[in-house]
């Protein structure tokens, strides 16, 4: 069966700090894995995108790891803001025709001041 | 604003009611997807579309469910006799078909049963 698990389910951190965030998925056949930010009562918007021969992709504050060969992800929040408050979600693209995504279940992240 | 957009933002109804969310995606995207998202959870697939064609359905789109693309560019999405389950939000996403294309979400519609 498909799945994306995200660990932790939820996070609180000072202002400032680093997190890091993780993401299992047996998912295939595999495209690609995205993390996508969703603030509360918006949409989803992405962050990061990695293919299969990609271990490593950066977006200003935001770095995302992956190896595919244990199937595991990772995305590190550097000097969190306030405005990082927000759920992140793992996202696998399945490798087929309809572009079928696979949701992991979201880590809820809240920067304190 | 060239993504995205979706309409309301929020809908409050009584069970039993009907209710209808439009989709509006990119101009140039010929895919549309709906999924729908409960509290603490990632969106669960609903449907897609290819143009004007519904090419795929998932098992949680009751009959109660329907979507359509009358022209491959809007779409919309009715559920009828609605229930309090169905209080989630309902999001549309939009893409070029591809493999591995990125999809765009829209803000959503937050629909609260009664």
């Known amino acids: 069966k498909n799945q994306v698990e995200q660990s932790p389910q939820s996070l609180i951190i000072l202002e400032g700090k680093n997190c890091t965030l993780q993401c299992n998925y047996t998912v295939s056949p595999f495209s690609n894995l995205r993390w996508y930010k969703q603030d509360t009562g918006r949409g989803p918007v992405s962050l990061t995108i990695m293919t299969f021969s990609e271990n490593t992709k950066s977006n200003g504050r935001y770095t995302a790891t992956l190896d595919a060969d244990t199937k595991q992800s990772s995305l590190h929040i550097t000097a969190s803001q306030l405005s990082d408050s927000a759920s992140y979600i793992c996202?696998?693209?399945?490798?087929?025709?309809?572009?079928?995504?696979?949701f992991g279940q979201g880590t809820t992240l809240q920067v304190k001041p | 604003d060239t993504g995205v957009s979706q309409n309301p933002r929020h809908k409050i109804t009584k069970r039993g009611q009907n209710v209808t969310f439009r989709c509006d995606p990119i101009?140039?995207?010929?895919?549309l997807y709906w999924y729908r998202q409960t509290l603490g959870q990632g969106p669960e697939f609903l449907t897609y579309f290819q143009n004007e064609a519904q090419l795929e359905k998932s098992r949680l789109l009751s009959d109660r469910f329907s979507a359509e693309r009358p022209k491959g560019s809007f779409s919309t999405l009715e559920i009828q006799r609605t229930e309090q389950g169905d209080s989630a939000m309902y999001l549309c996403?939009?893409?070029?078909?591809?493999?591995?294309?990125?999809?765009?979400f829209g803000p959503g519609t937050r629909l609260t049963v009664l």
């Open positions: 996403a939009s893409s070029l078909a591809g493999i591995g294309n990125e999809q765009f």
């Open positions: 996202v696998v693209t399945l490798a087929s025709n309809t572009g079928k995504l696979i």
């Open positions: 101009s140039e995207h010929n895919r």
